[in-house]
């Protein structure tokens, strides 16, 4: 069979280099099973009220954005009002706060950021009285 020179070599260092790697990280985290545990459960919770936001804004036809990978959805403000406009809405009709996109710089207007860092029942509550008030 063709063998290329040091093709072998490559492969046995690749495979020293892996086992090394795996051994660290398993002497790193043993013993730290319940905070590693709890970390993943916290993540697992935020991604779930992520998708609760996004899914919910989407479903009432309102335009949004990220809230994938990052515990923040930005939604487009309704037609006619600024993003501060929108924060004074939200805030005095549907008591929901959240962050005026103009508050990232100029292109940030016309948008408005909300995060997923609240307990879930007050997520999924904030998205049904802006559904309520702005959903199609």
């Known amino acids: 069979p063709l063998t290329i020179a040091g093709k072998h070599d490559r492969e046995a260092e690749q495979d ?42 989407k479903s009432a036809g309102i335009t949004c954005y990220g809230g994938v990978d990052a515990p923040y959805i930005w939604l487009k ?28 710089g100029p292109s940030g207007e016309g948008y408005f950021r909300l995060s997923a860092f609240g307990d879930k029942e007050n997520v999924v509550e904030a998205v049904e009285r802006i559904k309520k008030k702005w959903g199609k």
């Open 16 to 57: 020293r280099v892996k086992a090394l790697a795996q051994e660290r990280l398993a002497t790193q985290f043993e013993g730290r099973e319940k905070e590693i545990s709890a970390a993943f459960r916290s993540l697992t919770k935020k991604l779930v009220r992520e998708r609760i936001i996004r899914d919910g804004l």
């Open 77 to 104: 403000t309704p037609e006619g009002l600024t993003s501060w406009d929108f924060f004074d809405k939200l805030l005095t009709e549907c008591y929901v706060v959240g962050t005026p996109g103009s508050g990232f």
